[in-house]
Each structure stands twice: as C-alpha cells, then as structure tokens.
C-alpha cells in the first residue's frame, strides 16, 4: 500500500550520479557528453581505446543517422561476428543501473545482443529512479514486441568456474549520458 516505504534509497542525491554507481558497480563504463553532436567524436575515442576498427552497426534511428559519422564505417544491419554497435535507450533505471531498450521499426533488439562491444545513447532527462516507474511509464501505451533491461555487460562463471566476458550478450557495455 505505501511503495515508498519499501523502495531502496539512493546513496547518491542527484539521479544520474545513482545511475553510474550503480552501473559503474557491474562493469558499465561512461561518458558525459553535453550533447547528441558530441556521439560520432565520443564513439571514435571508445573505438580507438579499445583496439576496434573505425566502424559499426548503428541503430538506424533519425537521431542517430543524422549526425556526422565521417571517419566511421556505418551499418544498419548487426552480424553475429558484429564488434560494435551504437544504439539508443528510452530509460534508465537509477535502482539497478539497468538500460531499457524497446524493439521497433527503427530499433532491431539483436543489436543490444550480437555486438562485443555495445554503445547506448542515454539522455540524463530519462532517468527513473524505480522499476515500477518505468512499469507506470508504460501503463495504457502501446507494448513494445521485445522490451529489455540491460544491466551491465554480460559475464558467466558457468564455463569451468572461470569468468567469460560477452557470454550471452555483449562483453563490453558503454553508456554515452546525454546533458547534465
């Protein structure tokens, strides 16, 4: 009956800064970026930090396709081989440093699983403090076909008991933050 007496508090007092320390905790990396501008340039430094290739799958969203990708070899297909992807999430969740990403017409799900290393947009403004706030946020809209949380990059010990990064998912999750 009272949601709030049962909500985990947050140990940060501004939101975002509970977002990364709670995704910073299961192996997320950050960027701050003022702005969407700011993606090409931020994307080609990740690439370069981690030995890639100039190129990857890039959700074929308007936002996204409308910024200058000169320098960088772009796609809007992901292959299983797929070394990097860039794509955007609606929300994220404070609570557990989770993004929500949505299937669509201009967003394939498999882009969020294929690639080894995945780089999401996410605007500051999108950031909810609870789950249920994101299940509120969705009350009475349309459903998605897939809907996802992606919480940290993925990483089993199942394999021998020993750590395998990129598993079941991406080995490398990079969230690019949007505003401040």
Do not use: C
Not at 23 to 32: K, V
Not at 60 to 86: E, N
Not at 117 to 130: A, G
């Amino acid at each position: 009956e009272a949601p709030e007496s049962v909500r985990p508090r947050p140990v940060e007092a501004v939101l975002a800064a509970e977002f990364v320390r709670k995704a910073s905790a299961l192996g997320t990396s950050f960027d701050h970026l003022p702005d969407r501008a700011a993606i090409p340039l931020a994307v080609k430094r990740y690439l370069d930090t981690h030995g890639l290739p100039p190129a990857l799958a890039l959700q074929p969203a308007p936002a996204l396709a409308a910024l200058d990708w000169t320098g960088i070899d772009t796609h809007d297909t992901v292959a299983p081989d797929q070394r990097a992807a860039l794509g955007l999430a609606l929300w994220g969740i404070a609570e557990t440093g989770s993004l929500v990403i949505h299937s669509g017409a201009d967003a394939p799900i498999l882009l969020s699983f294929l690639p080894l290393h995945h780089i999401v947009v996410l605007e500051e403004r999108s950031l909810l403090p609870h789950l249920e706030d994101y299940a509120a946020r969705m009350a009475g809209q349309p459903q998605p076909r897939n809907g996802i949380l992606n919480t940290g990059p993925s990483g089993t010990t199942d394999i021998e008991g020993s750590y395998v990064r990129g598993a079941h998912g991406p080995g490398f999750l990079h969230v690019l933050m949007i505003g401040g």
